[in-house]
């Protein structure tokens, strides 16, 4: 069977699941292509292919701006099996099952929605310390293997054409529904980013990696934002020095942890070269 995967990351947890599922699903003789829904959106053919699936950060109980904006686009299904596995720190919600409505209208045959959980990748001021820190050691080892084999029964059960709806139970709903009535509270931070000019190393990575391009570099060095943030936060996460600030208080990165990805294998996505 052919499979085609879109996917978006911010940290690489996303894509680490994606490459693990490309493998897993490959090791049993099927044939995988990823597609950042991004960079390879003109690549990314939903004819030529037995199935399509999405890997997805879950960004308060909706997939990340992008993969929304690409969802709402998508060509009619025609019948096309489609299954859409997110991940998370702690709650999906309804994630999924809000999106399997919408892609049913278009013709796809959804017939898997799942999420598995992953370290945070969103410890910034103001929110909850307790669920948002940053895991470390033996806890973040943890976290990530009981991903990976929650991965194994996810592939397993997509490959054996198990029909799965997760997110139908009333808490499911209900958080879901409230996590996206409150997500307005995500503009505050927008435009509260700056970069430290002491920490800087003027490496760019920054700007290559925002997915809206809302990074400019003036000369001289100078990182200036746009108004296009979606808060992806992989600027600041990703700065090799921590030098990107959601507000001053994140200066502080010991108590504000920036999560570097899941493996020192998983690169970045860059959208652009250097400046
Ligand atoms: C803007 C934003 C919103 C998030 N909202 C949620 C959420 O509602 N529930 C949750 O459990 N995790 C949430 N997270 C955490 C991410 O979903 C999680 O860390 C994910 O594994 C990151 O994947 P990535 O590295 O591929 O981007 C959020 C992260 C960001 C950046």
């Not at 997110?86 to 959804?110: M, Q």
């Not at 809302?214 to 943030?229: M, R």
Request: aromatic share 12%; glycine share 8%.
């Amino acid at each position: 069977m052919r499979i085609n995967i879109g996917y978006f990351t911010s940290t690489g947890n996303t894509l680490q699941l994606c490459l693990k599922a490309k493998d897993i699903m490959e090791s049993q003789g099927h044939e995988v292509e990823l597609y950042e829904i991004i960079k390879d959106r003109a690549k990314f053919d939903q004819d030529g292919c037995d199935m399509v699936g999405f890997f997805y950060p879950v960004w308060g109980s909706n997939p990340p701006d992008p993969l929304v904006e690409y969802l709402f686009k998508m060509p009619e299904g025609n019948g096309k099996k489609l299954f859409l596995v997110g991940n998370c720190a702690a709650f999906t919600g309804d994630t999924g099952l809000r999106w399997k409505k919408i892609l049913e209208k278009k013709g796809y045959d959804v017939f898997y929605l799942d999420h598995i959980v992953m370290p945070t990748n969103i410890n910034i001021p103001w929110l909850p310390e307790d669920i948002w820190k940053v895991p470390q050691g033996e806890k973040l080892k943890r976290i990530l293997l009981r991903a990976e084999e929650k991965l194994q029964k996810v592939c397993a059960a997509i490959l054996n054409g198990e029909r799965k709806v997760e997110g139908k139970g009333l808490i499911s709903r209900l958080g879901g529904y409230m996590q996206r009535k409150f997500y307005w509270t995500a503009d505050w931070y927008k435009p509260r980013f700056s970069v430290d000019k002491e920490r800087c190393i003027k490496c760019g990575l920054c700007y290559r990696v925002c997915p809206t391009e809302n990074i400019s570099i003036k000369e001289g060095g100078e990182v200036v934002f746009d108004k296009k943030c979606i808060l992806c936060v992989k600027c600041y996460n990703l700065c090799p020095v921590n030098a990107v600030l959601i507000t001053k208080k994140s200066l502080n990165d010991k108590k504000y942890r920036r999560y570097k990805g899941p493996s020192l294998e998983i690169k970045p996505v860059e959208y652009r070269s250097k400046i």
